[in-house]
């Protein structure tokens, strides 16, 4: 069972460069959300969505963009890398029921560093 | 800003010992979950228990929760150096879907 797969597993980028972050799921997950870990910050959440053309804005939002066209993929983009942005990204999904929402399953994260 | 925070942020002992560590949040919940990160991985979840629970148990897990304090407790029993990673409780603000994380506490258990 692949659960939830995230490419890439590390990425450098310089400032000003673009990129996207790709997850995919395979569990038919309504909820993926986009965390990003910094050393004591914890997790912060980036974005997430509830379905299909369906996102919301987490507590740190600024400097991303999310789409979700499909249920299994939910794609994190950085417009224009600044060296903040620098940290492990972690993708996540769950079952909703009703207004429910279950365990996160996560993937193995993604490094970015941007100089 | 985070709703969840954990106590204390890095606890340290012996194999065979129990592993308390505790979660604090702001606002009412609808429920709290609790996940364990091994270094350089994702998180994986442990437990969930909903407002209406007080106690939960999960193998060598228990979970306890108290809503008039907002405040929850992980137990850790009989705790093996395989246990050795972070903590972290997850809080889900009344009926929105997000969950929000604390920061987590580190634990390492030594032989």
């Known amino acids: 069972n692949a659960g939830v797969t995230q490419t890439p597993k590390f990425q450098v980028l310089k400032t000003g460069q673009s990129m996207t972050l790709q997850c995919a799921q395979d569990?038919?997950?309504?909820?993926m959300s986009w965390y990003r870990q910094d050393p004591g910050m914890g997790l912060r959440l980036i974005h997430y969505?509830?379905?299909?053309?369906?996102?919301d804005q987490g507590e740190v939002p600024n400097g991303y963009n999310v789409s979700r066209s499909t249920t299994e993929d939910f794609p994190l983009r950085l417009l224009s890398a600044a060296p903040s942005q620098t940290s492990v990204y972690f993708c996540?999904?769950?079952?909703?029921?009703?207004?429910?929402?279950?365990?996160?399953?996560f993937g193995e994260g993604s490094r970015l560093t941007v100089l | 800003s985070q709703q969840g925070e954990e106590d204390p942020q890095a606890l340290s002992i012996q194999e065979g010992e129990n592993a308390t560590m505790n979660c604090s949040y702001k606002t009412s919940i609808n429920n709290l979950q609790w996940y364990r990160q091994n270094s350089g991985r994702g998180l994986v979840h442990l437990i969930l228990i909903r407002s209406n629970e007080r106690e939960k148990h999960s193998g060598r897990l228990r979970v306890t929760l108290d809503t008039s304090k907002k405040s929850s407790s992980l137990l850790i029993t009989a705790s093996r150096a395989a246990d050795t990673a972070s903590y972290f409780c997850a809080t889900r603000r009344g009926s929105g879907y997000a969950l929000n994380f604390g920061k987590g506490t580190s634990l390492l258990v030594t032989p």
């Open positions: 969505s509830v379905g299909a053309g369906i996102t």
């Open positions: 996540a999904s769950s079952w909703t029921s009703g207004a429910n929402t279950g365990e996160l399953f």
């Open positions: 569990m038919n997950h309504e909820y």
